[in-house]
Nanobody, 115 residues
């Protein structure tokens, strides 16, 4: 069973930066889209950013200009560079891979932004 393993979460002050990484524990064929979602307490999970196999990216309006998603397809790894972090970015962040056959989720990594 392939798993997605996330790293890079933690606590940071407002205005700071963090870089999240997510790698598959095994080979996943035909990955179409890699993405990051987040869920804050009492809120629904929302899409933060996604990147397709062709390199097309999509961002939530709230993170445009501050977050950058990138991928290393050879390593089945996706990254999320988060700059100028705000208090409202505090959430559990989940990576997500969508292939032609399946959808995979990471276990989540906590990001806490403090003033």
């Amino acid at each position: 069973q392939v798993q997605l393993v996330e790293s890079g979460g933690g606590a940071v002050q407002a205005g700071g930066s963090l870089r999240l990484s997510c790698a598959a524990s095994g080979r996943i064929f035909s990955i179409n889209t890699m993405g990051w979602y987040r869920q804050a307490p009492g809120k629904q999970r929302e899409l933060v950013a996604a990147i397709t196999s062709g390199g097309y990216t999509n961002y939530a309006d709230s993170v445009k200009g501050r977050f950058t998603i990138s991928r290393d397809s050879t390593k089945s790894t996706v990254y999320l560079q988060m700059n100028s972090l705000k208090l409202e970015d505090t959430a559990v962040y989940y990576c997500n891979f969508r292939s032609s056959f399946n959808v995979y989720w990471g276990q989540g990594t906590q990001v806490t932004v403090s003033s």
